[in-house]
């Protein structure tokens, strides 16, 4: 019976679950040298076309480097953009990502963010 509870517990959790990039590829995670307990992190994300992620924020960092395809993106405070290939944008630790969406219903958007600081977490995500 417990098994069948938490079973039910994981779906439901899956099913609430904001929709997430179709692919995150992890390229690189190393420990900073001269920043003891700072580490960086790169991943390349695709967004198949016409998705997004819901509201989100990281404890770290960010900068973002659209690789290929066209992403909107807004951080609070600042206004909604559309960022093509070989842009790129800053979000700071803490910092609430409003919109992150494929700009495209029809092609996919590829884009590397690299993140740097201590913890490796992220909320409402």
Do not use: C
């Not at 480097?65 to 979000?91: D, K, M, S, T």
């Not at 910092?95 to 495209?104: G, K, Y």
């Amino acid at each position: 019976m417990r098994a069948a509870h938490i079973l039910v517990w994981i779906t439901a959790l899956a099913l609430t679950m904001p929709a997430m990039a179709t692919h995150d590829e992890s390229l690189l995670t190393a420990a900073l040298t001269r920043a003891p307990g700072q580490f960086i992190e790169a991943l390349r994300v695709t967004y198949a076309p016409g998705e997004s992620s819901k509201p989100h924020s990281h404890d770290r960092d960010a900068y973002v480097y659209v690789l290929q395809g066209h992403v909107r993106n807004q951080v609070e405070g600042q206004p909604l953009r559309v960022f093509a290939a070989g842009e790129n944008w800053f979000e700071p630790a803490g910092a609430r990502h409003l919109v992150s969406a494929n700009a495209s219903d029809s092609e996919p958007a590829t884009f590397l963010v690299v993140f740097v600081g201590a913890q490796r977490t992220q909320t409402g995500r």
